[in-house]
Each structure stands twice: as C-alpha cells, then as structure tokens.
C-alpha cells in the first residue's frame, strides 16, 4: 500500500494546508510498517483540484493531512484515496502509527480558508494549522 503525508519540507512535519502543499511524501507499507518512502513535488499541479488525481496518479491509496476543505475531500473520495485528516507533527512518525494501525486523527478536521475576510490569513505557528481549529 502507498500512503501519503502532506509534507512540510522546511520541518518534516504534515504540512497544515492541504490546497497548498508542494510536496507529498509518498510511503511504502507492508507488513505494518514503513518499508520505503520518497518525496513527490506537486508544485506545478495547479492547486486544490489537481491534487487528488496527481496523488492518485502516484498510486496513493491513503492520504494523511492537516487541514482540508469540502471540495478536496470530495476529489479524494471521487478517486479513492482514503483521507485520515486533522494530523500533525513529524511526518515520519505519523506514517510509522498509520503502518501499525494507532494514528491518531480528526475526522471531522476543515480548513475554512476560502470563508475568511479579504486579507485575512490563518496562524501556522506553534504547531497549530487548519486540522486544530476552523481559524
């Protein structure tokens, strides 16, 4: 099976902002464990809607993420991917707990960007992004 994180490069973490990731880290699993991984740039994809099927693309299955609006989950389940949302932290460790079963996520995490006043913008700082709250 292929997981994959959505990836903050700069500190390894889940990135917090599916619509805008760059990067997806792309994880084998076998057996209940990490058995390989690699690092897939999505930067030239065109944003929200052309991230499900590039991530479907690269055979992803599962993904795991921070923050995520309505529509991507709609693309994601349109193309199978199962979502595990509302994660945060190193990314690598959240990957090893999905391998064996104990990863801990908010189903009913959002990120509401698009709902925000003109000029507004959400805090990523100190761990928090759109999986912790609805900024």
Known sequence: ???????????????????RTETFRLYTIEDGR????????????GGHGALAP????SGAEVLIAG?????ARQALAA?????YPGV????DKAAEAFAAG?????????????????GHTCSHTGGHGCGHHSC
Do not use: P, R, W
């Not at 292929?2 to 917090?16: K, R, V």
């Not at 945060?88 to 990314?91: F, H, Q, Y």
């Open 54 to 57: 590039f991530l479907k693309d």
């Open 88 to 91: 945060s932290g190193n990314a």
């Open 34 to 45: 990490v058995t390989g991984k690699k690092d897939v740039s999505a930067a030239e994809t």
């Open 102 to 118: 104990t990863l801990a996520y908010d189903e009913n995490a959002a990120c509401h960007h698009h709902d925000h006043e003109e």
């Open 79 to 83: 193309a199978g991917i199962k979502l």
């Open 67 to 71: 923050g995520i609006g309505g529509g």
């Open 1 to 19: 099976m292929i997981a994959a994180a959505a990836y903050d490069t700069a500190t390894g973490d889940i990135f917090q902002h599916f619509g």
